[in-house]
């Protein structure tokens, strides 16, 4: 028998009606259940429940939509508060406008007593309008007609003055209106206290009095800031005993607004007196704002008060400082200000409250921060002036003093002189705070939690401080050139060991930072010791035993297991110590009045070295490092020997025994191996072409045939030896300078004597299955035919009509488009049979 539908079909089409039964159930029920209560509830009817949602099922191709509930709860009543709202809100401002055009267009068409009866009728309805509509409960049409009231008393104000008195300047009246009209709100705004607007504007309005009346009275600036100060103080009042959430943001935005404007104008004018006398009404200001700040701190959130605990700070430190500082010359106020900061400290013990003592650390952390900007300028010279000393070689002491080495002896030095004193007090605060931790932390306790990670960050600035310190000392000083350049090294030197130490330690923060402080300084002494012969030895051979003796001291007896830091900074000290050592061969070299290819076998020096060193530190971490950057050096003595091909030689020939030894090793055996015999190749090539040599072949010869003999016994003693081992060194010994010699010879017997030994060595590797005869035969084969027939491929293409030459390439690749998959899988079989050959 044969279902249709199948059972499987039909258990999911029952499946599925089960569950809309089940769904059309749960609804009936939830309704039914709220009729009962409608019938039963003696008092009003109950609000109707929601129905339940619940999962549809899903529905079939075909398949009817699920049962509707027929009795769906009644839709929420649409709210009116926000029509309500839009509405006042247009009726308000058209009454508003309303009132304006009255008060400046129909004015004059009315008496005096009509004038004062319809303002006022209107004024005092508006008045006591909210009044009565606050008991009837209607508080949104109440907003809008105080709204309007307060707009009608602007008008009144205006009214009064054209009509009372015009003759009385407009400053004056403003500011006199501005406080009666403030007073008048804020009576009002209390006696209706449901009334959100009048307070906020009542606020608003005593912004202005204080500010009109020293405008009016053309009042100096210190006046200004007297009258802003006093209005931030009142804002201050009311932000912290006002409960109303408008009044007090209302406040706090005046404050900002009145306060800042009035610490800003005294800080100007403190730090531009001429005098300590001067200063004091000013830093008198910035002390009375730093007072209203604190007082709002320690009511105001956490946040808030941090940030009021700041301002006051600042200001404290601006009013103390700029009277000390009045009385200083130059740069020399930085330094005050900076002890100035620092002694804000002291108030995180005071009961302000920990916000506002969070702030005070936040201004002292600031005004350091400031004070240490002010002297990277100095710090800068210092670093990037000796590179100019690149320019002038050995050109022997520059004066006067270390400033001309540096070329800044035309910079205001009087003004950065305090640059030294400023960053050794910061790290000396610092410092003293590193070893005193414990006790910072419960001195800090009321402000400040501060972690491990501060630590960290503390002893970190301390170093870069200290060393920045010392590193502009000698130019500040402007000593001679000869002691900058001892205090430089000696300055290296002790950077290096704290590093060392602190690394040995574990503190790898300051560690790294220590480091990075010693590299910038030794390249920076390093480049101004370029200035002087004497001075470039001294410096670079010191540095070289520096180097060399805190790599060392990293791998002491009593060192801890080797981690990739300790390893990393072993690395960077032996290539470093390298490059001085090469610095030091060519200065060499410069001082024997050798020319730059002559002065190449001398540094290949270095290399011969390091790599007498890498067999000594055989397996550890930084030979590898070590013997890379030798023969790095080793390049670049090549390449200056680029210009004398004998020279050129005799620096390759040298690389390759160098190279050969170092083969020796079984742990470089395979590269240094190759790299011997390319070296040593192309100093047979280059000594050929340098001594203009026509006929290559009698002096290769003679090699290659003994390298060949040796490449057969080797293959026969090892048969898993490479034939590029074996045969490739002799192979190519003969055949490239042959093929170079043949390319310049005219006549045809050398070229076709080329082609036939080529020929022959190609079937050879493709017989013997050598991959090294098969390349360097099949090469050298190609590029001699292609000498050969290239004056016929030219004729040939001369004589052709132009359009020949894209036809025969569209033809080519249509061809190889064609059969792409084919060639590709050829190309694939032939790398294949080349990778299986030995």
Partial sequence: MEHVPSPAEELVVLDRELARLDLRRSQLLTRRTWLLSVLQAPGPRPATPHAP??????????????????????????????????????????LTIAAIAFTLVSWGQMGIGGRS?????????????????????????????????????????????????????????????????????????????????????????????LVLWAWAGEADALVFAVALLATAALDCAIAVWFKGVAVRVTACAGLWATGGSGLLVALVKSVSAEGPAGAVVPGALLLAGAVIALAGARRAPVALAGTGGAVAGLAAVAAVGGVLAAGVSGGWAVPVYLVCGGLLLLGVRAPLGRGAARGLVWAAGSVTVASVLFSAA???????????????????TPGPGVRGALGATD??????????????????????????????????????????????????????????????????????????????????????TLASGALRRGMTGVAVSAWVCASVGAVDVALLSLGSEPATYAVFGALLLLLAGAATALDGPGEPSRSAVFVSVQAVLVCAAVVCAAVLAVAFGASMGLEAYEAAPVLLVVPAVTAGLGARLKGHPVALPLELTGAAVGLAAVVAALEDPPFLALVLALGGVLAAGTALRPERRKAAGYLATVLFVLASWVRLSASGVSSPEAYTLPVTVPALVIGVLRRRRDPAASSWTAYGAGLAVTL??????????????????????????????????LQALLVLGGAVLALDSLHELAPYVVQVVGAMPRWVAPALAGVLLLAVGATYEKRLRDARRLRDALGRMR
């Fill in 736 to 769: 490239v300078p042959a093929l170079f010699a043949a390319w310049g010879d005219p006549h045809w017997l050398r070229p076709l004597l080329l082609g036939v030994a080529a020929l022959v060595i190609t079937l050879l590797g493709a017989r013997l299955r």
């Fill in 53 to 94: 949602q619940f999962p549809q099922p899903p529905a079939r191709a075909g398949a009817p939509a699920p049962f509707a509930p027929p009795f769906a709860p009644p839709a929420p009543r649409v709210r009116t508060r926000s029509a309500q709202n839009v509405l006042l809100v247009l009726g308000g401002l058209l």
């Fill in 378 to 396: 100095p710090v800068a010279v210092v670093l990037v002036g000796p590179v100019a000393q690149l320019g002038r070689l050995w050109s022997g």
């Fill in 117 to 209: 009866a319809v303002l006022t009728a209107v004024t005092v309805a508006a008045l006591a309008a909210p009044a009565m509509l606050l008991r009837r409960g209607l508080s949104s049409t109440a907003e809008a007609l105080g709204a309007l009231a307060a707009v009608l008393m602007v008008l009144d104000a205006f009214a009064l003055y054209l009509v009372a008195v015009p003759e009385a300047g407009v400053l004056g009246y403003a500011a006199a209106a501005s406080a009666v009209l403030a007073g008048l709100w804020a009576v009002y705004g209390l006696l209706l206290d449901r009334l959100r607007l009048p307070l906020p504007l009542a606020v608003l309005s005593a912004q202005l009095p």
């Fill in 411 to 496: 910079l205001p030095w009087q003004e950065m002189a305090a640059a030294p004193v400023v960053l050794l007090m910061v790290a000396a605060a610092l410092g003293a705070a590193y070893r005193s931790w414990e006790g910072v932390v419960r001195w800090a306790g009321p402000a400040l939690s501060p972690g491990p990670v501060w630590r960290t960050a503390v002893a970190t600035s301390a170093v870069v401080a200290g060393w920045a310190g010392l590193t502009v000392l000698p130019p500040a000083l402007n000593v001679s050139y000869t002691a900058a350049v001892a205090l430089q090294w000696m300055l290296v030197a002790a950077v290096v």
